[in-house]
């Protein structure tokens, strides 16, 4: 009975206005993760993380307009999941689109030689790029063939020595004719 009570408390013309604010907020998340850039969003510190819960906090308060009540609730959660279903599906299908909203890898480091306009628009600092190549086991990036900033935010560190640029070709096989089996 109680369950009835919270379902008949807010009219379907109400839950419709959190619905189109739920998705409104989603889009505005996405495009402002989006512009803050990749390393932002991976390497999440206690700054980070309160600063999460404030905008969750926040957030929700203006998805619901302050209701606490179960339709609206329920609505607002099933938009967010059902957005982010329908999200996932689209980027799966188009990845021009993919690359647009998630954005792509980003070259760093070649052949030991760092891109430092690169860094920059990644906001990337020569310390952090130390660090990840030091990680790897790497002295620094002049030791690594390649560094690339992966769409998650991660560095991927390719060491040196030989780079792939500069590997050997294979000999091609030499042929061979192929023994008949007799018939039976």
Known sequence: MTILLALA?????????????????????????????KREVSQFNVYDLAMLMALSN????SMTGGLGNLPV????????????????????????LETRVLGSPMLLV??????????RRARISN??????????GLAG?????LVVLEIDGSMSVVPGGTP?????????????????????
């Not at 070649?110 to 860094?119: A, F, I, M, P, S």
């Not at 000999?171 to 018939?183: G, N």
């Open 127 to 136: 310390d952090d790029l130390d660090e990840a190549c030091r990680a790897h």
């Open 164 to 184: 792939t640029s500069r590997a050997r070709p294979e000999r091609p096989r030499r042929r061979t004719r192929a023994r008949r089996s007799p018939v039976r």
């Open 9 to 37: 408390s807010v009219s379907a013309s109400r839950v419709g206005e959190q619905v189109a604010k739920t998705l409104i907020i989603v889009v505005v998340l996405l495009v402002g993760f989006r512009l803050t850039g």
């Open 73 to 96: 609730g329920l609505a607002t959660s099933t938009t967010v999941v059902a957005a982010a279903w329908l999200l996932s599906r689209l980027l799966a299908r188009h990845t021009g």
């Open 110 to 119: 070649n052949d030991g030689r760092v891109l430092q306009d690169r860094l």
């Open 58 to 61: 926040a957030v929700q308060n």
């Open 141 to 145: 990036p002049r030791d690594a063939a």
